[in-house]
């Protein structure tokens, strides 16, 4: 599985962005999907998750109520839509795939994509 994240960028403490995650060759709903981040110095970090079954999501809490993982099939892509975003969310993001059930644990993924920066500036 290939998978590609984009959607990084500069954006201002409180703005928005989305992230999207495709894949070449391959069809994304056959996969459980996430999202990790990994900031400088720090360890990856599970963002989301989201099943590729009955369509359930999963946050770290410090995303929570801020972040909205969702699949489109049609276009072979998941998103994350990044609300509110606050200077802690700076970050390297990345999506994953495997099969089985969704989880925050990068152990968890066999397939990765390349990353995306994201940068909140205040």
Do not use: H
Not at 24 to 37: A, E, H, M, N, Q
Not at 48 to 68: H, L, P
Not at 101 to 106: D, E, G, T
């Amino acid at each position: 599985v290939q998978l590609q994240a984009s959607g990084g960028g500069l954006v201002q403490l409180g703005g928005s962005l989305r992230l999207s995650c495709t894949a070449s060759r391959s069809t994304l709903d056959d996969y459980v999907i996430g999202w990790f981040r990994q900031a400088p110095g720090k360890e990856r970090e599970g963002v989301s998750s989201i099943s590729n079954t009955d369509g359930s999501t999963y946050y770290a809490e410090s995303v929570k109520g801020r972040f909205t993982v969702s699949r489109d099939n049609a276009k072979n892509t998941v998103y994350l839509q990044m609300n509110s975003l606050k200077s802690e969310d700076s970050a390297v993001y990345y999506c994953a795939a495997d099969y089985g059930a969704p989880s925050l644990q990068s152990w968890a993924y066999s397939w990765w994509g390349q990353g995306t920066q994201v940068t909140v500036s205040s």
